[in-house]
């Protein structure tokens, strides 16, 4: 298996993950994604 094969391979997979992960969030109480990152933001900022 050549290496353009196996980085092909690679980022399919990580595409894969990438996809089941986001589809398995569980958003609580009708909340959207925008309410949800703008509740977690705040430890992403530095003080």
Do not use: Q
């Not at 290496?3 to 909340?31: F, K, P």
């Amino acid at each position: 298996m050549n290496a353009g094969r196996l980085e092909a391979l690679s980022d399919g997979v990580t595409a894969l993950l990438i996809t089941i992960v986001v589809l398995e969030l569980h958003l609580t109480h009708g909340g959207t994604f925008l309410t949800r990152v703008k509740r977690f933001s705040r430890y992403w900022r530095t003080s």
